[in-house]
């Protein structure tokens, strides 16, 4: 986040933009957290397994619409929010992995190929920047169970 930056101003996006949503934020700075109307936000390290899976003790719910991990940018970061976050997500629903960085997408491409058997979940679509500079990249994972 720049200087500018507001903490927690994409969950009031989301809330607003999902008028009847409930919407669960994480971060790794304690300082930032907050709860406010339809938003509760919890403390996750996601490059930690376990601390994933005490964020998810605490919120307490299955079955989400929509998982999107705007966390740490990092492959590895991204696979352990993955593989602790994805069974809370509902039948056809969505994961976005957002900002994969372009050093990564490679490493994103053979583990999802490699995984998604796994996790009995069959789409996938990288979305590519198109543009070298530029690390705004986009995974989308669906649940649809085979």
Do not use: C
Request: zero cysteines; a positive charge; aromatic letters at 12%.
């Amino acid at each position: 986040m720049g200087e500018k930056g507001k903490p927690g101003a994409s969950l009031r996006a989301w809330r607003d933009y999902f008028y009847k949503a409930v919407i669960y934020g994480a971060d790794i700075d304690k300082k930032i957290l907050f709860e406010e109307d339809r938003i509760k936000t919890f403390y996750v390290d996601q490059s930690n397994s376990q601390s994933v899976k005490e964020m998810w003790k605490k919120i307490n719910q299955k079955n989400f619409d929509l998982i999107i991990d705007d966390g740490l940018h990092t492959f590895h970061g991204a696979k352990s929010l993955f593989e602790n976050s994805i069974n809370h997500l509902k039948q056809d629903g969505i994961y976005i992995i957002e900002d994969a960085q372009n050093s990564d997408l490679l490493n994103f491409k053979n583990y999802f190929d490699n995984s998604l058997d796994k996790f009995n979940y069959n789409i996938l679509n990288l979305i590519n920047a198109k543009n070298p500079k530029s690390n705004n990249n986009l995974i989308e994972i669906r649940k649809i169970i085979k």
